[in-house]
């Protein structure tokens, strides 16, 4: 039924009322501008006016994160500063002992270091200690510097490797507010729910006090992260002769890495990092990517061709904030990224080689591979939902190492406790310089633990919806009509984790697929795992491509599947 033009009409004006009143109280000329001229051109604008207001953003996955607008449904001054009074009102309920500081970071995207400003004169007007660091650096020297400063909280202000025009907002604990093992980790519940309600008590923004009493961190803390981080390495495994030997191209995506890589790097005794020349310096645009995310296709490019022009042993991508790390390899087709898998694995069984006891954790989407390795080697398992959150909590017993299959990786999480793509990179260069030494690749190991192992071939899909509805008609198609075979192989297990996550897994013998929507973008996501067992090196080969073709197959049967359901 056709709604009436009244009805529409009504719609247009509660709109504008709602908007008005958001006008009123936005601390920042240029987007009360903005806004002001979505205003002007109703109702034309009804439908960008409306997607503004569709609601405010809430702690998700990976905090705050939204387009750079005016409105509550994105990034800006507004948000900011009620998000970071609710954190200090949250922060004083929780602190009957006087007040420990609160450190801020910030990366190079349009409106960062505005963002950090504010939350650091929110922080101030409330009598809390404010610490700022000393520029746009890395997601990783923000988590040291919680437990490093002895503050209470951290807040990051990064989108990550979202597209330029995005911005966003991590929240992390210290001081024991995170819980069992998430001293210095991002929030999970029940915190991050009592800070969204305590951003929604949050008062007029005129309201709010704000100081200029914050301090700029001195450059001793990025200092200390380096020291700390170079110490990742066992400098008795490998003569130094060989980490010099080493020929490393490097790219920040245009993020904040390269500096602070490059100093670790040099501190370790490797040689100078063959830098993309391009993609050095920060840059919020981030023009030579058409998404700054390591995996996106083509996103390493330029650094393929660099580390091919150079000769260079090893390539190395960090994301624009550098928490993520990507490798890729040379091999006698070219050059190959590494799936997240499989620099996983390599760098549990390069640690556990190294005498590294504790937990080895991973996720529910990651591979099988390192349960595996774990159970044959008798070292602690542990398995979590996705995210670094989950992962650092994810025993009581000593966190060893944890990784997911999206290119993030903890090596040291007494040093930083979330995912961190410079000590990443650092430990896989150790590695790659012993084999080295030993005239062997990372190619070589990843086939010596898939013939002690067996072949674990992953692969990933991800669906883009346009109604955000086709995800939940997804999701309840698989629960209630689940395939009864994958790839003739019948089914023998379907596992529902609602309503603890929204994540359904089918399994056979030899076969899984995990489903879950994305925790960020308007999207299903799709992990596949193929195993497949060698029987002797004759047949490491044969294994290998036997995986590979049972995983486009599952590939092509799992999309046929879902699309009908789209369908």
């Given amino acids: 039924m056709t709604r009436s033009a009244d009805a529409v009409d009504s719609d247009v004006q509660a709109l504008r009322r709602r908007a008005e009143q958001w006008l009123a109280d936005d601390p920042d000329p240029a987007t009360r501008a903005e806004l002001q001229a979505v205003l002007d051109g109703l109702p034309g604008t009804r439908d960008d006016l409306a997607d503004r207001f569709a609601g ?232 030579t990517v058409a998404f700054p995310n390591p995996e996106e296709p083509g996103a390493i490019d330029l650094l393929l061709r660099t580390a091919a022009a150079a000769g260079a042993d090893l390539a190395i991508a960090n994301d624009p904030d550098a928490d993520r790390c990507a490798v890729a390899i040379p091999t006698a087709r070219g050059w190959r990224m590494l799936r997240g898998d499989e620099l996983g694995v390599l760098l549990a069984d390069h640690l556990m080689r190294r005498g590294a006891r504790g937990c080895f954790a991973t996720t529910i989407v990651s591979s099988s591979m390192l349960r595996a390795i774990c159970a044959a080697r008798g070292v602690g398992y542990a398995q979590t939902l996705t995210g670094f959150k989950w992962i650092v909590r994810a025993s009581a017993d000593q966190l060893a190492y944890g990784y997911e299959e999206a290119l993030g990786y903890c090596v040291a999480p007494d040093l930083v406790r979330d995912k961190d793509g410079i000590t990443a990179a650092l430990l896989v260069a150790e590695l790659a310089a012993g084999l080295k030494a030993e005239l062997r690749t990372l190619g070589d190991r990843l086939d010596d633990l898939a013939r002690e192992f067996g072949v674990f071939a992953t692969d990933q899909v991800s669906i883009r919806v346009e109604r ?34 929204d994540v359904v897994t089918v399994r056979t013998a030899n076969v899984r697929v995990v489903a879950r929507p994305s925790g960020t973008e308007p999207k299903l996501k799709i992990y596949l795992e193929v195993r497949e067992p060698v029987h002797g090196d004759a047949d490491l080969r044969p294994a290998q491509e036997r995986a590979a073709a049972t995983l486009v197959a599952l590939r092509t049967e799992f999309l046929t599947l879902v699309n009908s359901t789209v369908g």
Avoid: C
């Fill in 56 to 287: 405010p953003l809430t702690f998700g996955t990976a905090g705050l994160r939204g387009p750079l607008r005016a409105g509550p449904n994105g990034m800006n001054l507004a948000v900011v500063r009620q998000a970071a009074a609710g954190l200090m009102a949250w922060l004083d309920a929780q602190e009957t002992a006087g007040s420990r500081p609160v450190v801020i970071g910030y990366d190079a995207r349009h409106g960062s270091r505005a963002f950090a400003l504010e939350t650091a004169k929110v922080a101030a007007g409330a009598g809390r200690p404010a610490l700022l660091l000393p520029g746009p650096l890395p997601t990783p020297v923000l988590a040291f510097a919680v437990r490093h400063l002895d503050a209470s909280a951290g807040v990051m202000v990064t989108a990550s490797h979202n597209p330029p025009q995005d911005n966003g907002y991590k929240v992390y604990l210290g001081g024991g507010l995170g819980g069992p093992g998430g001293d210095g980790a991002q929030i999970v519940p029940p915190a991050d729910r009592e800070i969204e309600a305590a951003i929604r008590a949050v008062g007029p923004l005129s309201a709010v006090p704000l100081g200029t009493g914050y301090s700029i961190v001195d450059r001793d803390v990025l200092e200390s992260y380096v020291d700390a981080a170079v110490r990742v390495l066992d400098r008795t495994i490998v003569d130094e002769s060989y980490r010099s030997g080493l020929t490393i191209a490097y790219t920040a995506l245009h993020g904040v890495g390269t500096a602070v890589v490059g100093a670790a790097f040099a501190r370790a005794g490797f040689a100078p990092l063959v830098v993309v020349p391009e993609q050095a310096e920060p840059d919020p645009d981030f023009p």
């Fill in 468 to 501: 955000l509805a086709q995800i939940d008609e997804l999701m309840a198609s698989l629960r209630d009509r689940p395939p009864s075979s994958l790839v003739d192989e019948p089914v023998t297990q379907v596992e529902d984790l609602a309503p603890r996550a």
